[in-house]
Every structure is written in C-alpha cells, then in structure tokens.
C-alpha cells in the first residue's frame, strides 16, 4: 500500500474542482454577455467529473496493482443547451427586428450555489491531504 | 530477521488501514463524479483474516461497493458524513498500530542493551 499516491488522488479531486469553480465564476461573469467570438450570447458552460484509475509508478515498482484508487478529472466542459433569454430592449445595439435582446439562460443563485459546493469539496479534499499526511509522518515516527 | 509475531500481525494491521484510508480518499475525490458509487474495504473480515494466518502472508487489497446508501439522482451514493467519519476513525487506528509497533522495538531495544 502506497500512501503517497493517496496524495496524487486528493490532488486530483483539488484540480477537478477547482477548474469548476473557474468555469462557475466565468458563467457568473458573462451573466450579461450578449457578444462572444462565436456570436449570439454567451453559452452556459458546464462541468462533467469523470473518475479514473491512474497508474502509480511506485505501485508499479512494487509489483502490485492496486485498481482501488480512484482519481478524478475534467471529462469535459460543454455548453448548456437552453435556449437564451429574450428580454425587450429595443434600444439595446444587440437587440433583433422586434426589440428582444437575447440573454444567457443563467441563474445567479444556481451559479452561486454551485460555487459554494466546488469549495467545499475543495476543503473537503485539503482535509484528507492532511490526514494522509498525518500518517506518513506518523509512519516516520517508527524510525525514531 | 529480528522481528517478533506481533510486529507482523501490526505490520498488516497498518496495511489494512492505509489501504481503507485509500478507498476513503477516493470516494472524497469523487464526491461530485455522477455514477460514482462508494467503496470500502470489508474490515473486520479483512482484520481477521489477514491476522488468522502465522506465518507471512502478505495482503491483498479488495475492495467492495458500500450498499444502502442514499443514492443522489446522479446516481453517485459518497456520503460527506461517513467518509469524515471514517476518515478520523482509520487515522486513529493507523496510530494506535503505529504506537504499538513503536513499542515493540522500544522492547527489542530494551532486550539489546540490557544484554550488554
């Protein structure tokens, strides 16, 4: 049993959720966005966590295969499919014939509580980056 | 080899842990991977078995998907309460295993210098 390629499957679960929270503020900040590089209004993007088995070189060196560990990554980052607000702004430069104005379909507090969820899974995973840690110096202590 | 049967039987009390402490570790990772279901190690079983056997027998890590859970509709079933507290419980049983066999070679130790 490897206690260092513990560390390997928390950090991954760090990486993954943060990268969550990225694409969660970034969907928070274009809230408003009517123009982007491939027109029309911003898309809401969302996240998919796909879980993994990676190889542990030390696991490997050691002639064992431990298929237990789980990692985790970004699978992909695709776009929400519902359709865009149209609200009435004939003022507005991006406003069609009839005066509508086409709006990313986000919801704040959708947005907000998923933040709230990528962070603590954040925690949740530093915490067991300090357990694991705890262990291999408690697994030092021996020598002493 | 100096070693005494209490030190093996600790050596694999550790092993079963840290393999535990594993599978917790990756059921965190995966608190938000839909499909995910929660995995864990038969302990008691795995205790008894892995200290039944005298001579060196080494470990060999399986690991089963935990049932009745409450299943999210995603599909994943991680509990963030049993995971916690599984997580303190293994870290403190990896301690105890640790103090004991820190105690056993305080013995051995002890054996050494008094023959001098």
């Given at each position: 049993m490897n206690l260092f390629g513990v560390l390997e499957v928390s950090a991954s679960?760090?990486?993954?959720?943060?990268?969550?929270?990225?694409?969660?503020?970034?969907?928070?900040?274009?809230?408003?966005?009517?123009?982007?590089?491939?027109?029309?209004?911003?898309?809401?993007?969302?996240?998919?966590?796909?879980?993994y088995r990676m190889p542990q070189f030390p696991l490997m060196l050691a002639g064992l295969r431990s298929n237990s560990a789980q990692s985790?990554?970004?699978?992909?980052?695709?776009?929400?499919?519902?359709?865009?607000?149209?609200?009435?702004?004939?003022?507005?430069?991006?406003?069609?014939?009839?005066?509508?104005?086409?709006?990313?379909?986000?919801?704040?507090?959708?947005?907000?509580?998923?933040?709230?969820?990528?962070?603590?899974?954040?925690?949740?995973?530093?915490?067991?980056v300090?357990?694991s840690k705890?262990m291999i110096q408690?697994a030092i202590?021996i020598l002493? | 080899m100096?070693?005494?049967?209490?030190?093996?039987?600790?050596g694999r009390?550790l092993d079963v842990n840290s393999f535990r402490h594993t599978l917790?570790v990756s059921?965190?990772a995966?608190?938000?991977?839909?499909?995910?279901?929660?995995?864990?190690?038969?302990?008691?079983?795995?205790?008894?078995?892995?200290?039944?056997?005298?001579?060196y027998a080494a470990f060999t890590p399986s690991s089963?998907?935990?049932?009745?859970?409450?299943?999210?509709?995603?599909?994943?079933?991680?509990?963030?309460?049993?995971?916690?507290?599984?997580?303190?419980?293994?870290?403190?049983?990896y301690?105890?295993?640790?103090?004991?066999?820190?105690?056993?070679?305080?013995?051995?130790?002890?054996?050494?210098?008094?023959?001098?």
């Open positions: 679960a760090m990486i993954a959720e943060r990268s969550r929270a990225e694409v969660v503020t970034s969907n928070m900040a274009n809230l408003e966005t009517t123009r982007t590089a491939s027109g029309g209004p911003y898309q809401r993007q969302l996240v998919v966590f796909r879980s985790v990554r970004v699978d992909q980052v695709m776009a929400d499919r519902t359709p865009p607000v149209r609200r009435y702004e004939p003022g507005h430069p991006d406003a069609d014939r009839e005066g509508y104005v086409s709006y990313p379909a986000i919801n704040p507090v959708e947005e907000m509580t998923d933040l709230l969820g990528a962070v603590r899974a954040y925690e949740l995973n530093a915490s067991a300090q357990a705890n408690q202590e002493r | 100096i070693d005494t049967p209490m030190m093996r039987v600790l009390f917790i059921n965190m995966n608190i938000d991977t839909p499909g995910y279901r929660t995995r864990d190690v038969n302990f008691a079983a795995e205790l008894r078995r892995v200290t039944g056997v005298a001579e089963v998907q935990v049932q009745g859970l409450l299943e999210r509709p995603d599909r994943n079933n991680v509990s963030l309460e049993r995971e916690g507290l599984l997580l303190a419980e293994t870290q403190l049983r301690r105890i295993g640790i103090e004991l066999l820190r105690s056993e070679f305080r013995k051995l130790s002890v054996a050494i210098n008094e023959g001098k």
